[in-house]
């Protein structure tokens, strides 16, 4: 059996939909977690966490993912 690391590490970022008109639109806020990913290249995706605040407009979705590249192993 594999022992795991002493630490780990992971990076992370967040989208959010812009408030307003536009703040439901998942499909819209996924293509932008994509591109993100697409950006970061060879990276290891740990996690991604959707958020659904309720909002008088209805839901304001938001992404946070977690990762981490190759070159950020210890």
């Known amino acids: 059996m594999v ?4 630490h ?3 990076g992370s970022f967040s989208l ?3 408030k307003g008109r ?6 819209r806020l ?3 977690v994509a591109q993100e990913l697409e950006r970061l ?3 290891e995706v740990y996690d991604l966490v959707l958020h659904a605040e309720t909002t008088s407009r209805g ?5 946070t993912v ?6 950020d192993e210890p």
């Open 3 to 6: 022992r795991p690391p002493d």
């Open 8 to 10: 780990w590490s992971a």
């Open 16 to 18: 959010v939909n812009p």
């Open 22 to 27: 536009c703040q439901a639109d998942l499909p």
């Open 30 to 32: 996924l293509r932008g």
């Open 41 to 43: 290249g060879d990276a």
């Open 59 to 63: 839901p304001w979705y938001s992404v």
């Open 66 to 71: 977690y990762y981490a590249r190759p070159e």
